[in-house]
């Protein structure tokens, strides 16, 4: 699939999280009050279908809560602290749903590359659940789906056909062109480290959009788009685009 719209160089990685507390309603605030116009976020279903904001199965690390978020109801995950892990002044966060999140992204005009966590084994019902509720929203803002999960692009290419998808991968796999291709994607992601300089002039020859995570130095932003690469995801977009206006 070819781009309907051009990633802007830095995208805010979780909201902005190396400033609020990750795939939180604040998050994003911050995001967008620091300059960023794309953020990337976490979804993931609960156990009675309600798509929410999480970037882990676990409830443990980012609330106030315990267990899988698979076996909890939606009514017991919205008492939850999402903030206090992070930092007192963020005590009243709450989990938020993917409307909340995408009624904010909307009010604050940012583009959103939702990525989209399904437990292994139920990647069927949850793009299903995902892609209803996404339904609505899918001319409303720029929108971009990615995964891991090469089963999951390949439900929403069936499901919403007309939104771009985008294929996260660590390392840039030897068969990326079947990867990509297979699922009409329109960009690759992968993981900084593991930045492969053939491959990714290979892939911007073939004509997709090169995204990199999670890159919060400057010097690392500048390297990777130097090789090519579109658009970095950033814990603190702010300081990738200072670096990119100094070399202006
Ligand atoms: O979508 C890019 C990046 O967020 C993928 O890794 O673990 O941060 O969701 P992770
Ligand atoms: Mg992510």
């Not at 882990?56 to 008492?79: A, K, N, Q």
């Not at 903030?83 to 005590?91: K, L, R, T």
């Not at 009624?103 to 399904?118: A, F, W």
């Not at 993981?191 to 290979?202: E, M, Q």
């Amino acid at each position: 699939m070819r781009a309907p719209f051009k990633l802007p160089p830095v995208i805010g990685h979780r909201g902005a999280c190396g400033y609020a507390p990750e795939n939180t309603l604040a998050s994003i605030r911050e995001a967008a009050l620091r300059g960023a116009s794309w953020v990337e976020l976490d979804v993931c279903i609960t156990q009675d279908a309600m798509p929410i904001l999480m970037h882990d199965e676990h409830l443990s690390r980012t609330t106030s809560g315990e267990g899988l978020i698979l076996r909890s109801p939606f009514s017991e995950l919205r008492e939850l602290d999402a903030g206090s892990w992070f930092g007192e002044a963020f005590a009243s966060e709450g989990i938020p749903t993917l409307e909340e999140t995408l009624d904010l992204c909307t009010t604050l005009n940012l583009g959103i590359n939702l990525e989209i966590k399904p437990t292994q084994g139920f990647e069927a019902e949850t793009a299903e659940v995902i892609g209803e509720h996404l339904a609505p929203y899918a001319n409303q803002l720029p929108l971009l789906i990615s995964s891991f999960n090469h089963e999951t692009l390949l439900l929403f290419q069936t499901l919403l056909p007309n939104v771009p998808r985008g294929y996260i991968t660590d390392v840039i796999p030897r068969n990326w062109q079947q990867k990509l291709e297979s699922a009409h994607c329109m960009s690759l992601h992968f993981y900084a480290p593991f930045a492969d300089p053939s491959r990714i002039t290979a892939m911007k020859a073939a004509g997709y959009q090169i995204l990199s995570f999670t890159v919060n130095q400057p010097e690392e932003a500048l390297a990777l788009f130097e090789l090519g690469v579109d658009a970095v995801f950033s814990d603190y977009p702010d300081r990738i685009q200072q670096a990119l206006l100094r070399e202006a």
